[in-house]
Each structure stands twice: as structure tokens, then as C-alpha cells.
């Protein structure tokens, strides 16, 4: 299942666009949860309780006003959300675009468009839940890619993942997510009860640790000496 949320003051026109993604929902056997916000600020405090939307559409009034905004604070809290402006505007097109939006469509908006649109960004979600790693912190959702992620680490209940200079902490356990990343066939590997590491940033193999790209090493656990040197064996001879 995947969120959306309406935010549009003409109310009828809300509830007519929440009819027409269900519609498509139910023909193409998505299953969708969709809420509707007739004010921005409804809209806003939702995402402080109930996280963040997979995918969100604004409404941009005739002072170009409302759906620009909250998509800069959307994009404060989560830069990859999914937004899809609609306005009877064409004027804010082109101010519209530093929002990052999917799709610009003006009102009153054609089904088939809206259902070109959905079907477009169900493929690009469908690989997104691939190539991404989805989080909460503090009832907000964070999505970050993959190859951004250089490894995660564990201490108690919490995991961190590192990004670079950027950590991420969260409730978790490395655990579940080792599990969820040998379904999607990412290549990190774990080398240590607490650490699970990008390939792609891995520069030296040594025998009792990695020295990643950054510099940092990391410590291999005796259990995993084995693993970790014939993977590094298999991969040199590839290499060669």
C-alpha cells in the first residue's frame, strides 16, 4: 500500500480527484490509502503525526501561493517525496520546478492524463523501492538511496546509516535490515554483529578490516574473516 494526500482548498475538486485515483486504483490492483487536506496547515501537522506521503498533490491558487510553499517544506523534511502540482495557472510552471515536482498537470485535469501520470510514477516508485532505504525518525519518513549509503552500523536498538559526513540514526534492528537488502540483491556485506557495508566504498580488504574510501576502517569479526577473504578472492579474480 502507498500514501497520498490531496491538498486543495475547492473542495469539490478534492474529493473528485481522491474518486479518480481510487477509480484507478481499483482497475489497475493497486492499493492505495489517499487523505484529503483543505488546508495547507492540516496538511503540514499530518506529516508531523502520521510521516511523511509517498505521494502528494498541491494545489497552486491564482497567487501562486499554498502548494509552492509547503512543497519547500516538504522538501525540508524529505527531499525525494513524490509531488504532482495542479493549478488553473500556467504561470507558475516554470516557478514550480524548484520544488523538483513529478508532474504539473492544470485543472480541470483530463482521467486519462491523471492515469497517464499514476502509471508513470508507479514505475518509477517500483524501481525507487529498489534502489532506495526507507526510515522513520520521530514519525517522519526518510528515503535515501542506496549508492549514497556508505554502511550502517548498530548500538542497543538503534541503527545509523552513514551517508558520507550525514548520519541517520533509527530505531531498528541490522538484522531486519541485512534481510531487506539481500531481497533487493544490493551488494553490502556484513562483516561485523554491528556493521553492514556498501561494496561500491570499500577500497582495501585487509584480514581483520576494511579501510573504506573515506579512510575509516572497520573492524571484521573473527566469524567472518573466512567470508570476507574469499569474497575478496572471487572479486580479484574477476578483476582480472
Request: charged share 30%.
Amino acid at each position: 500500500m502507498f500514501k497520498v494526500a490531496v491538498c486543495d482548498a475547492e473542495k469539490r475538486y478534492a474529493q473528485n480527484l481522491r474518486w479518480n485515483i481510487n477509480s484507478w486504483a481499483l482497475r489497475s490492483g493497486r492499493n492505495v490509502k489517499i487523505k484529503v487536506f483543505n488546508e495547507a496547515e492540516l496538511f503540514l501537522a499530518s506529516m508531523e503525526t502520521d510521516g511523511m506521503y509517498d505521494l502528494i498533490f498541491l494545489d497552486i491558487d491564482k497567487d501562486g501561493v499554498n502548494g509552492l510553499e509547503v512543497a519547500r517544506q516538504i522538501r525540508e523534511a524529505d527531499y525525494v517525496a513524490t509531488i504532482i502540482f495542479t493549478s488553473r495557472y500556467e504561470e507558475y510552471y516554470k516557478e514550480a520546478f524548484s520544488a523538483h515536482p513529478f508532474q504539473y498537470l492544470i485543472k480541470p485535469v483530463i482521467v486519462q492524463k491523471l492515469e497517464e501520470t499514476m502509471e508513470d510514477y508507479m514505475k518509477i516508485k517500483e524501481r525507487q523501492d529498489i534502489e532506495t532505504f526507507t526510515f522513520i525518525i520521530k514519525k517522519a519518513q526518510y528515503n535515501l538511496r542506496l549508492s549514497d549509503i556508505t554502511y550502517f552500523y548498530s548500538r542497543h536498538r538503534h541503527v545509523t546509516a552513514v551517508c558520507g559526513e550525514q548520519e541517520y540514526t533509527f530505531y531498528g534492528k541490522l538484522v531486519d535490515i541485512q534481510k531487506q537488502l539481500e531481497e533487493k540483491n544490493c551488494r553490502f556485506l556484513r562483516i561485523h554483529q554491528s556493521y553492514l557495508v556498501n561494496m561500491k566504498y570499500i577500497k582495501e580488504y585487509r584480514y581483520s578490516e576494511l579501510v573504506l574510501n573515506s579512510g575509516k576502517t572497520l573492524g571484521i569479526s573473527k566469524e567472518n574473516r573466512k567470508k570476507m577473504r574469499d569474497i575478496h578472492l572471487m572479486l580479484v579474480d574477476i578483476q582480472l
